[in-house]
């Protein structure tokens, strides 16, 4: 039946079976794009937060380690984020640093305050402490026993020149005594010498050479006894006992 005049149709044309599956075809195919990109878009956004948190929290600043033992060093490198340990020098290049703890830190590599992945192993060049402590206690008690020994020798080589020079003081003082001794007795003789020089001539009377005695009584009733010899009259007949005094 023909439309009225002036009014459109409500009557559409019916598609056709193959329009309509191709319709189907191009919505199923527009889904399943959407179905694989939003799961993509999420994880590449993840992905960028996960990189980006990691290159912040990878990188760390090597403090300074120079004076600590080798333990302490150690946990001063975990606390700012290191996560491996130090690897350890001898500094003489001689031991095996076994206890951190008794090594001391002369030197580090990286220096202090460079940035470093937080897996970069950190190298410290360590002294013995022990080693030293222990040559230098060694070192201080040769030292002493040294010095003892060398002030013993000392005081005693003092006490063998005090002791001899005491003994030369007592042989020289003795020496002096006895020059001044022999001195004294040198003068003393000379003085007595002097002495009977100075003494006047004793008194002889003239002697007359022709005076005899027949005997001690003539002698004596002339005055003369006793008669000493030298003295006119004195005659050997005369002393009997031969003293040098006759008449006695």
């Given at each position: 039946?023909?439309?009225?005049p002036?009014?459109?149709?409500s009557?559409?044309?019916?598609?056709?079976?193959?329009?309509?599956r191709?319709?189907?075809?191009?919505?199923?195919?527009?889904?399943?794009?959407?179905?694989?990109?939003i799961p993509?878009?999420?994880?590449?956004?993840s992905?960028?937060?996960s990189?980006?948190?990691?290159?912040?929290?990878?990188?760390?600043?090597?403090p300074d380690?120079?004076?600590?033992?080798?333990?302490?060093?150690?946990?001063?490198?975990?606390?700012?984020?290191f996560?491996e340990?130090?690897?350890?020098?001898?500094?003489?290049?001689?031991?095996?640093?076994?206890?951190?703890?008794?090594?001391?830190?002369?030197s580090q590599?990286?220096?202090?305050?460079?940035?470093v992945?937080?897996?970069q192993?950190?190298?410290?060049?360590?002294n013995?402490?022990?080693?030293d402590?222990?040559?230098?206690?060694?070192?201080?008690?040769?030292?002493?026993?040294?010095?003892?020994?060398?002030?013993?020798?000392?005081?005693?080589?003092a006490?063998?020149?005090?002791?001899?020079?005491a003994?030369r003081?007592?042989?020289?003082?003795?020496a002096?005594?006895?020059?001044?001794?022999?001195?004294?007795?040198?003068?003393?003789?000379?003085?007595?010498?002097?002495?009977?020089?100075?003494?006047?001539?004793?008194w002889?009377?003239?002697?007359?050479?022709?005076?005899?005695?027949?005997n001690?009584?003539?002698?004596?009733?002339?005055?003369?006894?006793?008669?000493y010899?030298?003295?006119?009259g004195y005659?050997?007949?005369?002393?009997r006992?031969n003293?040098?005094?006759?008449?006695?």
């Open positions: 039946m023909p439309a009225a002036g009014r459109l149709s009557v559409y044309p019916t598609p056709s079976p193959l329009h309509r191709r319709q189907s075809a191009f919505l199923i195919a527009i889904l399943a794009l959407c179905v694989v990109c993509l878009t999420g994880c590449d956004e992905s960028a937060e990189m980006t948190v990691e290159t912040v929290t990878a990188t760390v600043t090597v380690l120079v004076g600590m033992d080798g333990e302490q060093a150690a946990e001063a490198l975990e606390q700012a984020g996560t340990r130090p690897a350890f020098t001898d500094i003489d290049a001689e031991e095996t640093v076994i206890i951190p703890a008794n090594w001391s830190v002369r590599d990286p220096e202090a305050g460079t940035a992945p937080a897996d192993v950190v190298t410290l060049t360590v013995h402490d022990a080693a402590a222990a040559a230098s206690a060694s070192a201080s008690a040769s030292a002493a026993a040294a010095k003892a020994e060398a002030e013993a020798s000392a005081s005693a080589a006490s063998a020149s005090a002791a001899a020079a003994e003081a007592a042989q020289e003082e003795a002096r005594q006895q020059a001044a001794q022999e001195e004294a007795a040198r003068q003393a003789e000379q003085q007595t010498q002097e002495n009977e020089q100075s003494l006047p001539a004793p002889a009377p003239q002697q007359e050479t022709n005076v005899y005695y027949q001690c009584t003539e002698a004596r009733e002339a005055g003369a006894a006793p008669i010899a030298g003295e006119p005659r050997g007949a005369l002393d006992d003293d040098g005094i006759a008449c006695e």
